[in-house]
């Protein structure tokens, strides 16, 4: 599964901008087709999009493409239009009950099926962003493990805050349970777990402070809506060296006491025991690094 710390949004119907994103070195690309685009230029923007998937260089950046929410009656002919240049991803926004999955996974198999794919081989994330989505998290997250192209939920804060009437605030307090909620059904069921926007794309000390207390809460990335907070974002979900050198240190002694018998053990005054050894291992993983 790809690490996605950086999902950098663009609008499809914009060719400059996607050229620009496609050259940010984001961990993910989104080529949008929703809320990014005009009403008015949504049929346009879909050919745009299979052209930029055709002859734009993404390097080591994932290709995603939000379609539109089923409701609007567009992921059908979205997906037609952009299926067939075999992006790496799609984005499903708006999905509020576990059956939204198993329909659009249908559509996906049958493209590849059609080209000669490898099954499930174009990832799917689906955007949970109303109090019905997050009320239905733990049989949207289940379909996981059913489908194994579905890796991960993105926290759509801005229309959950709508859906709920929420004033939203700096301290994104009113977002709290829902937050959590959507990090710990990811977390339960394998996913990844994409934290929220922040908005204000010129204030780095605003993301930043956003980021950290993401990567606190366990979420593996953020999404972002401008190439400027891609770095910061990357910086904060990825482990120091510190943390890794900690984390590689925990395991290693961990590996020596398990030898003798010992699952728990003292380490600079502080108990290790199986969660601690977790967590060092989850400080591995997102910094890329295998231990044995």
């Given amino acids: 599964m790809r690490s996605r710390k950086a999902l950098l949004y663009v609008p499809g119907s914009d060719m ?23 009403e008015n230029m949504k049929t346009e923007a879909r050919g745009t999009i299979a052209a930029a998937l055709g002859n734009l260089d993404f390097g080591r950046s994932e290709r995603m493409v939000r379609v539109n929410a089923f409701v609007s009656g567009r992921t059908a002919d979205d997906l037609t239009a952009v299926l067939p240049t075999k992006p790496d991803a799609i984005l499903l926004p708006k999905v509020s009950v576990a059956e939204q999955i198993a329909e659009i996974n249908a559509v996906m198999r049958k ?8 099954e ?12 019905r989505g997050i009320v239905n998290l733990a049989s949207i997250c289940a379909q996981a493990e059913v489908y194994p192209r579905f890796q991960g939920i993105v926290f759509g804060a801005e229309d959950y805050a709508a859906d709920m009437g929420a004033t939203r ?17 990811c977390v339960a069921f394998g996913l990844q777990a994409i934290d929220l ?13 956003e980021s950290t207390r993401g990567a606190q809460m366990g979420y593996t990335g953020k999404q972002v809506i401008h190439p ?25 002694q961990a590996k020596e006491f398990a030898a003798l018998g010992k699952g728990a053990f003292a380490l600079d005054g502080e108990m290790v025991d199986r969660p601690v050894i977790k967590r060092a291992e989850l400080v591995l993983a997102r910094a890329g690094i295998e231990f044995h």
């Fill in 16 to 38: 400059h901008k996607m050229e620009k994103a496609a050259a940010s070195g984001a961990d993910c690309v989104c080529l949008d087709l929703e809320d990014g685009v005009a």
């Fill in 111 to 118: 493209t590849e099926q059609a080209h000669g794919w490898p």
């Fill in 120 to 131: 499930d081989g174009i990832a799917l994330l689906v955007i949970v962003e109303s109090a």
């Fill in 169 to 185: 605030t700096a301290e994104v307090s009113e977002l709290l349970y829902a937050r959590s909620a959507v990090v710990t059904h």
């Fill in 197 to 209: 926007v922040t908005v204000n794309f010129k204030d780095l000390e605003m993301l930043e402070s």
């Fill in 228 to 252: 400027a907070q891609v770095e910061p974002v990357q910086r904060i979900f990825t482990p120091s060296q510190a943390e890794v050198e900690r984390a590689l240190f925990i395991l290693n």
